[in-house]
């Protein structure tokens, strides 16, 4: 949950930011409230015949702004790893298989 709060408190201040900047300029803002939390497994059930990018996509085009947690070590088919990125990126908080 620290690494939830931590998300959305980031999240937040680019959300504000991006508020405040539309407001001044007169853009209209592209950003939701709230950051969608979602595991590359849960990402692998869903859509089990995408690559890891394509799923990225699916999702992002979904909620706009996600936080894609689980991107390292063993998923839940039995691949390795998420994509190319590097495995010290994921949470590693994630509970495998």
Same mark, same amino acid.
């Given at each position: 949950?620290?690494?939830?709060?931590? !998300?959305? *408190?980031?999240? &937040?201040?680019?959300?504000?930011?991006?508020?405040?900047?539309?407001? &001044?300029?007169?853009?209209?803002? %592209?950003?939701?409230?709230?950051?969608?939390? !979602? *595991? *590359?497994?849960?990402? %692998?059930?869903? =859509?089990? =015949?995408?690559?890891?990018?394509? +799923?990225?996509?699916? !999702?992002?085009?979904? =909620? &706009?702004? !996600?936080?894609?947690?689980?991107?390292?070590?063993?998923?839940?088919?039995?691949?390795? +790893?998420?994509?190319? +990125?590097?495995?010290?990126?994921?949470?590693?908080?994630?509970? +495998?298989?």
């Amino acid at each position: 949950e620290y690494l939830k709060a931590t !998300v959305k *408190s980031i999240y &937040k201040a680019i959300y504000d930011t991006e508020q405040e900047i539309c407001a &001044k300029y007169g853009i209209e803002p %592209i950003l939701p409230e709230e950051i969608t939390f !979602v *595991s *590359s497994d849960d990402l %692998i059930k869903l =859509h089990p =015949h995408a690559t890891p990018k394509e +799923r990225e996509n699916i !999702v992002c085009k979904e =909620h &706009k702004a !996600v936080f894609l947690m689980g991107i390292g070590g063993l998923k839940a088919d039995g691949t390795l +790893r998420h994509d190319g +990125r590097a495995p010290d990126y994921d949470d590693w908080l994630t509970e +495998r298989p």
